[in-house]
């Protein structure tokens, strides 16, 4: 999939004010200081559309970007060690929760993993909660390039052994760095391939 356009269009803390219009939409979301806003703005080929921040859980909203006028990439807030307030963190998986099970336009959530971690109980217990859900799911590993292939290689198998404890068969699993491009078009086709399946059965 080629990127034609990405813009901005909404911010908001409330899953009925998200847009209206019936077309796919991609939620990305991670622990604070996953490089979710670098990712998304590698994909999109855009250095300023996500704002970068060196402070764990600078996004605290809603933020959708019409991508190529036919699909929506979703910024969704970190979780986990962000430096906010108790009934700020209250807020925020509210309005994650909310969106995840009320927003009707959600293809696909994508679940970003710093790959030089190992499995972390905050994420494995979140993709739990999206499969207790039946919410349909890839796992984006970032900071790929901080790696050597070797070290890579047994993270990501860590990673999916942990996951096969309680899963019968894996998600769709992406490996990419925001930093050389690694894993773009890999992510870019994946979308475009569901979106196309999705624009084959719609009447």
Known sequence: ??????????????????????IPEYAFIGRSNV??????????????????SGKPGKTQLINHFIVNDNWYL???PGYGYA??????KKKFQKFITDYFLLRKQLVMGFVLVDVRHEPQKIDVEFMQWLGEQQ?????????ADKLKPKALERNIE???QE????????????????TNGTGRDEVLE??????????????
């Open 74 to 76: 979703v910024d969704l």
């Open 1 to 22: 999939m080629k990127i034609k356009s990405a813009s901005f269009v909404v911010s908001n803390s409330d899953v009925a004010k998200c847009p209206m219009n019936p």
């Open 158 to 160: 860590a990673y999916q």
């Open 163 to 178: 996951l096969l404890e309680t899963w019968v068969e894996l998600p769709p699993i992406f490996v990419t760095s925001a």
């Open 35 to 52: 490089g979710k806003s670098s990712l998304i703005n590698m994909l999109m080929n855009h250095k300023g559309l996500a704002k970068t």
């Open 83 to 88: 430096k906010v307030s108790k009934q700020t």
């Open 190 to 203: 994946y979308i475009g391939s569901v979106n196309r399946q999705l624009s084959d059965v719609t009447p």
């Open 135 to 143: 919410l349909p799911f890839g796992i984006i590993f970032t900071k």
